[in-house]
DNA sequence: GCCAACGTTGGC
DNA sequence: GCCAACGTTGGC
């Protein structure tokens, strides 16, 4: 089982949001290095659900991979803020993985408190410029930001 | 709202 | 294939 980070905006689609869907389909990712690692994925993978653009950024809560990846459906739907008309559907360049909620961190762990972490090697997470919406997460990062709460 | 970082686009 | 312009992300 591998182990992600997903960032989702909380003013659009926050981890209370998940808990009230139960699965929701990840859809919107447009970057190709984001798009090769849902590529990566398997049912059952481990998600942490990270809070960007908002006033605590940091990791919210937990949940899982819930489908094998399968093409992005707002690819192709001209109405939608991600449609790409240079997509074919022969060959979908956008990937999406339901996503299933697991529970609710009893609070935030930020990203203040994640960076002050040492010894967890390359995490994209904190990069300098770190713009990747999706991001594998070692075992050793993922007990050490869990062990915050 | 600002702005640094960085990915993408498109002219050449 | 270079690189300037532009758009987006995301912390602050």
Redesign the pocket.
Known sequence: MQRWLM?T?PGTFSIDDLAARRTEPWDGV????ARNFIRAMHRGDAVLI?????AQ?GVAGLAKVASPPKPDPTQFDPRSDHYDA?SKRADPRWTLVDVRFVRRLRRVIT??EI?SLRGLGDFALT???????VLPVTDKQWDAILALE
Do not use: I, M, V
């Open positions: 960032k905006e447009r970057n190709y290095q990270y809070h960007s653009a908002c950024p240079a990203l203040d960076k990069r300098r410029g770190n713009r990747l919406s």
